[in-house]
């Protein structure tokens, strides 16, 4: 059974930065795509940003695009997101999940992904 613990979130003015860390457990981490989602108060969880097993092959939301930076270590079996420029609408729980896939295939919707971890608050504030 794959664990993932999640930390990093908090608070931050909009224009700052913040570096998201998932570690896993219980599993072989390559074999795993891993994927980042939100969830605003009110809103539907939404995809973020995925990595798939072997690290070559990425994917960002829209609204996240050439702002979020995804990356994964195999040897310590984490996963990063990396956000800069935060705005407002950044503001939201974000949850790490795992899927198994093949080694360089990533996955946007939640339901391909077998394993969550409790989240992290992500808040953007002035």
């Known amino acids: 059974q794959v664990q993932l613990v999640e930390s990093g979130g908090g608070l931050v003015q909009p224009g700052g930065s913040l570096r998201l860390s998932c570690s896993a457990s219980g599993g072989t981490f390559r074999n795993y795509a891993m994927a980042w989602f939100r969830q605003a108060p009110g809103n539907e969880r939404e995809f973020v940003s995925a990595?798939?097993?072997?690290?070559?092959?990425?994917w960002f939301a829209d609204s996240v695009k050439g702002r979020f930076t995804i990356s994964r270590d195999n040897a310590k079996n984490i996963v990063y997101l990396q956000m800069d420029n935060l705005e407002l609408g950044d503001t939201a729980i974000y949850y790490c999940a795992a899927g198994a896939m093949s080694a360089s295939v990533v996955a946007t919707l939640a339901e391909k992904y077998g394993h969550w971890g409790q989240g992290t608050q992500v808040t953007v504030s002035s």
């Open positions: 990595v798939s097993g072997n690290g070559a092959g990425t």
